[in-house]
């Protein structure tokens, strides 16, 4: 409308101008200038008001990479921003982007309702290569609504990675070079790296040498994903590392028969492959082919061998292999003394095991003893059934001591006082030790008044001290332990239970043997 206004007010100016004054072309054409130069004034000053600025205008980027147009955008300030949005080319201006089904997901506004409208892409395909356009709406004070549009647009161009290795086939120590090519520049200036057969190269121009054959590829630091498709570089050279290895190994015998095989790193690979014979000074060709088969040897056959391998590009030798047949007596031996050696370790090892076994089982037969003779009842019942107690039980019945122990007159009955004891005999050295005999009177208790020995503890017991009939010493005594069956436990009652300390003793004098 202003512009409408600016333009009808420089024609009125300028027909007044014509209907007042007599002009010649040369006045006329000043006028008109200056009519020209207050629209061009009007126009500028009504349209700086409302503009939209784009910092590239045709940004390149890579294809799956991301994307960033710089935008701002301005109005006059009595106006108030109600939507904001951005459209490609192939949309009407109302169609918001953002809507877009080809675009859910890709698309992030990084702009605001004021004055920026940057927008970002991400995971960009060759479709969203074309023009993007950014409109913005708004109300003034009086409820009147406006619309702006870019005047200009931002044109999109995506490219993708190429990588050139030059020249793809070379001779070791020729020069190469690699390249990356893209069909425009990237805006954000990526940096570009390169890699063979998934190891970083870390130059672009170099000698080549065999192991620089592979294949190459270049992609964005940091995006290595975004790479291009494989190159390869053929580095052709020589036969080299060449070597001879025998087969079967280990020492040769006379009669005997062995493989000579030759192996070479080459590119092309080796056509040819000669064997020789070196014999002191003089050197002899003895066969070719990759495998020299050597069968039935003699002495003849010792000596020192190698190969030569060849290619278009050159040949190497391999180092020189010594052949030397051995006497078969001489290749026996030491394998019979190995076998000794082997039998000999193991008769060692079988009597360190026996050794080592014995010692074990007697400690532990003694611990188990020791454990049972703590508790005689249990080392009674073990040894009960044993034939070697059995026979030493046997041998002290021939040596058996009897002591006629008579209880005293008190006893209820006197008639059932008479009880008898084996006794182990002492031994013929030095005192003995005091020697203990249990007693188990089951029949005396049949005719002793139960009554009178339910105050008795189940380990209640009678001791009987015995001495030698000629002994004069008083401490070379010998002890009777009787024990009194009880009645049940659960008949006994609380007040019973308490343990009785008091004994019978009874002097024995031992007979003469």
Known sequence: MIDLLSIKLSNSILCYFVSVFQFDAMWLLKMISVMLVITLTLLGVSGSNWKVTFNDTAPCALRGSSVVFACSYAYPSDQTITNSFWYFSSQRKNNDLFLAQEYRGRVEYLGNKDNNCTLKINNLISSDATQYHFRFETVNKGGKTNAWSSKTWVSLSLTGLTAKVQPATVRAGERVTLTCVTTCTPSDHPTIVW???????????????????????????GQENLNSAPMSLDVKYAPRNTLVSVSPSGPVVEGSSVNLTCSSHANPAVENYTWFKKDGTDTSQTGSGEVLRLTSLTSSDSGQYFCEARNKEGAHNSTVLSLILQDTNTVQMP????????????????????????????????????????NPVLFSRRTSNDPATQEARTEERENALYANIQLPPSHPHPQDSSLYSVVEPPALQNPPDPHYATFDFQQFCSSIDRAQLSGLHEHDVVYSKMKTKQAKVTDNLQYASIQFPLPSPTVRSEARLEVDHSVIYSTVAKPEA
Request: aromatic content about 12%.
């Open 195 to 221: 890699s063979r057969d998934g190891h970083s190269v870390s130059n672009t121009e170099f000698l080549a040498s065999s192991e620089d054959s592979g294949r190459y590829r270049c992609a964005v630091q």
């Open 335 to 374: 394998v019979y003394i190995s076998s000794a050696a082997t039998v000999f370790m193991v008769i060692i090892l079988l009597v360190f095991l026996w050794m080592w076994k014995s010692p074990f089982k007697l400690c532990q037969k003694t611990a188990v003893d020791k454990k049972d003779h703590q």
